[in-house]
Each structure stands twice: as structure tokens, then as C-alpha cells.
């Protein structure tokens, strides 16, 4: 297939691009390059006669629907967004640009390509929104997130995210184009931006810098390995049905401070470990304003209708990402070097 991917050079974009090239398919990359985009994370691919890059902010219609006439995608994978929580509590601004009016943006430029074309390609169209599953708000210790649920977002980001999706679904209904959904919880794996809970853990734990946990630590999070989330992706690609939503999980709910504890007890079985026990560098900070308390996500949806299932253990995700950071200091070096930190 021929695939524009936005957000490619991000940490979920880039993961899909590498699989994409990787699996013969053609990818046009659009990425605005912003602190979280490197081109690094799509080195391996960058060569490839079946990838290319168009560097373009997905809030500019001309330039993406340009691209669009002149590439033919078969489908266009929407992940470009600003993707850090605390970030958006700091300036929300950035977040409703790129990820409410970009969205928009997007689909105008998806419906003017999609109306141009053949009727037998219009119905293989596929546009993929990739959203999150902080679009439903906070749960209580009991229950799942489900598809049916109402959207209650808590965060700027959150919010930024729900209005992306209910223009992605607005976009079906009214002009029928062949739109997805998906909402994820959180991913973690190689390349993740040091901005993100398991690489900021990782990265202080070698330096024997301080671990910062939020409030007590109670909150819970839905962990899934980015390549079981892409393979999630694809399969929704291949075989969802246009104007539904899939929520994309591994059944691996957390406590915050449990997969600090998790990640310390690796740090300390790894050669030449410095700061042992890694626990003791354990520190809670002032909690997240509007923090949510839970989610967790039922994925029946996807797994009985799709058949999908995640591939990935918990166990051994975790032990390749540490080791994956770990092995890659140079990529780490790179985005320090580049001065793109945030608060982290
Ligand atoms: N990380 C998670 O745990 C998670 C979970 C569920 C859903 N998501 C969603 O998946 C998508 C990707 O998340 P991520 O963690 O890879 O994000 P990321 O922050 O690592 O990457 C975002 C990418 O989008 C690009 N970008 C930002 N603004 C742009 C703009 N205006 N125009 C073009 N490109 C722009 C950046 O340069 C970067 O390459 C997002 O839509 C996010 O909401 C993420």
C-alpha cells in the first residue's frame, strides 16, 4: 500500500514508518520536525526507495494536499500531535493548533484528494486517527474503559485529543469518508522522548539522579509495548470497519510507583550498576494538577472482532526497552544535545 504517515519521526510515527518500509509497503512521512520529531528514529528506513519525508505542518491544508495529489496514498495514518500531558497544562495553545485545528486540516485535505478519485479506490480509503485513551477521563479502582463510553477528558491534552477524534468522526458521518478510530493507553519502548516516565526513570537511574514520582505514586496507567500498539494499527487498517473506534490495549495496568519499583529492581540486576538499590533514589513530587487517578481498557472490542492480540509481555517489553536505552546513549546525547528537553 501506499501510506502517508503523519507524525512519523515521533516515537509511535516512527515505530509504524519502520514497520511499514520494513513490511514493503511505500511511506510519505509528514513531520513538522518539532522538538519531539527526529529524523534519527527513521534512520534505519531514511535510505529506503519505498520512504520518503516531507517536512510540513499538518495545520498548513496547501502543502499536505499537494503532497496527497501528487503520492495517491491508499490511506493516511494520523499521529502528528503535541503528545506531553504536562506540557499542555503549561500552554495549551500548541495543543489545540496542531491537535484540533492540524486534525482538521488534515481531513480537509483527505476529503478534497478522497472526492477525486476512482469509486473502487474511494472505498479501499482508509484515514486512521491514532488518539489516546486520557480522551475518557479518570476511572475509579473498578471498571474499564469500553468504546461506549462518554468522552470526559481532564487534561488540555486530553481535551485537544477528544475534539480531534469527534472531528475524525464528524468527517464520516457527515461526508462518508472512510474514517477509524483508535484510543491507546500509554506506550512505552525504544525511542520515547526523555521527556516521557520510563526513559526520564531509566536515564536517572543510570546518572544516580533523583526518580520523581508523582503525589503517592497511586495513580494507574494501561502499559502497552509500541509495537504491539502499531500491529494494533495495521490490523485496524486491514480489517476495521470505517466510522468505528477500537481501543487498542495489553490488560497491563500499573501503579505509577509500581513500575518505578519494576524498573529500579532491573537497574540493579544490570553490570556495573552504580547506585543500587535504585529504590532508595525514589522521589515524590507535587502532583500533576487535574491528575487523573485511572484508566484501564477493555480491548475485547478489538481482540474478538479484529483479532487482535497483543504480542508483547510486559516482562519482556520492559527488559528490551531498559536494555534499548541503555545501549543508546548516543541517541539520548543527541536529544540533549539539541537542547529540546522540557520540564520532564
Ligand atoms: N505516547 C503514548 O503513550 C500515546 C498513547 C496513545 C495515543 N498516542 C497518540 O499517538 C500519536 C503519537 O504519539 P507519540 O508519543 O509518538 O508523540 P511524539 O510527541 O513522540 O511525536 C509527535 C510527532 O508529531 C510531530 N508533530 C507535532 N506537531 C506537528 C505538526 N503541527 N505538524 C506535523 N508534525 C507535527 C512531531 O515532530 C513528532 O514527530 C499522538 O497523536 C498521540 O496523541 C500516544
Redesign the pocket.
Known sequence: MKIIV????????SALVRRLVGDGHQVLN?????Y???PENVASVADSADYAFLE????DVAPVAAAMKQFRPDAVM???????VDRSIDGPADFI???VT?TGAMLEAALAYWRNIRPEAQQAFRFLH????EVYGSLPDGGYFTENDPYRPNSPYAAS?AGSDHLVRAFGATYGLPVLIT?????YGPY??PE?LIPVIVMNAVAGRPLPVYGDGANVRDWIHVDD?VAALLRVLESGTPGETYLVGARGERRNLDLVKTICARMDRVEGARFTPHEKLITFVTDRPGHDQRYAIDPTKIETELGWKPAISFEDGMDQTIRWYLDNRDWIDTVHDRRRLGEG
Open positions: 503523519t507524525g512519523g519521526c515521533g516515537f509511535i510515527g509528514v513531520d513538522a520536525l518539532t519531539a520529531g527526529l510540513a505542518d499538518v495545520c494520523h499521529l502528528a500531535a503535541e503528545s506531553h493548533r496542531t491537535n492540524g491514532v488518539s489516546t485513551d485529543k484510543n491507546c493507553g500509554n506506550n520515547q522522548f516521557k500498539h
